[in-house]
Structure formats: C-alpha cells, structure tokens
C-alpha cells in the first residue's frame, strides 16, 4: 500500500492511499462518507486489490488524516472539486467510484460540476447507503440504474459491498477502451441489501456499520 499527499488547488493537504497492481485496467476510487475515514473501505480495499484491481482511497478535507480547511469550504461542491483533481492528477486510464453516504452525493455533484471527465474516464458508478433517489440519476448525467445487480449479494460484511464493487469494476474493466462507455452504470447497493429495494432514504441494510465503518464480521 502507498501513501502520498495531494495539495488541492486551495491549499489543503488530502490524504490518499493506493493498493492494487499498476497496469490494472481499471482503477477504482472509493469515497467515504461523513464523520468517517478511508479506513471505512478496509476490508473492501484489500479484497479488490487481491482481486487484481488498483483501488484509491482518500480521507475527504476534514476528516481521517487530511488536513483541516475553513469551515466555509466544507461543502458537497468542494469534495467533488478534490475529487475531480485527484482523479485528474492522481490517477490515469478508465475509473470505477463507488462513495457511501455523503461520498455518494459528493459523486453526483462530480457528474454534475465535471461531467466531461465522469463521461471520459468513468465506467461505472456504485452509491452506497446514499440519501436521494435513484430516479433522479437522469439529472446528474449518470446513465439507467442497475440496482437489481446487488440482490443476490447475501454474502456476510467483506463481500457485501467488496462484491458489489468489484462486479462494477470487472464490467468496467471489460468495456474500457470499446468507446461504449460514454455513460457509465451505475448500481445502488444500499437499495438492494437484504434482497428488497427501497424507493429512496439511506436503505443501508447493514452494510456498514457506524462504529468504525468496518462489517462487525471482518474485524
């Protein structure tokens, strides 16, 4: 695993960790949510680089191990201005992102603010656990919803959300490069959990847990 720093176009320092083979086709770009860290995606991180895939993950400006900005540039539209520079600066070759809770809304304003990057680079987008509805995805640029692609996901903490990801990033993987790939996909695990969707809400079911952001059963 490497770490680095990346100092965004207003000063902050953002703390960044990247696991996984180089020349991997894709490479994956967990966001985590509020109040949380990068060590949320632990468990998720270690599973898809076994897997052969490259997975960055970052503490967002506030939280984890990234530096503390002003308070008035704590917003959704700031996150996903340092999440299109790191994607941008930090990372090269076809994207797979998957945010939970606010890093999920932080991805839709990415779509929304950098649409010409998401549809570029961008082959597959998961929202996990995050607060609006999928029906709306149509207005933030994202391609149809595949939500039912999680339903049979029963598997126990680690491979809940891992999985889930890594069906995105294996599809991902074998579109990059077909130019098809103007819009990505996009599933919504935290509808699914437990086999039933939801109309909208967080959903989560269980597929993270609060007190540290890791599945009780991978501890």
Known sequence: MAESTYTTDDGVELHLECEGPQDA???????HGYAQASRCWHAQRKALAAEGFRVLVWDLRGHGRSAQPPVETCTIDRVADDLAEILTH?????LVLAGHSMGGMALMALAQRHHEL???RVRAVAFVATSTSSAGLGSF??????????????????????RVVEQLASRGAARAGTGLCS?????WPG???????ADGGDGGGGWFCHDGGLPADSR
């Open 118 to 120: 998401v549809r570029g």
């Open 25 to 31: 086709p894709v490479t994956l770009v967990l966001t």
């Open 90 to 94: 930090c990372t090269a070759g076809p």
């Open 191 to 197: 509808h699914v959990a437990a086999g039933r969707a």
């Open 183 to 187: 819009v990505p996909d996009v599933l």
């Open 141 to 162: 640029g994202l391609g149809g919803t595949h939500g039912t692609s999680g339903t049979g996901l029963g598997r126990p903490g680690l491979r809940r959300t891992g």
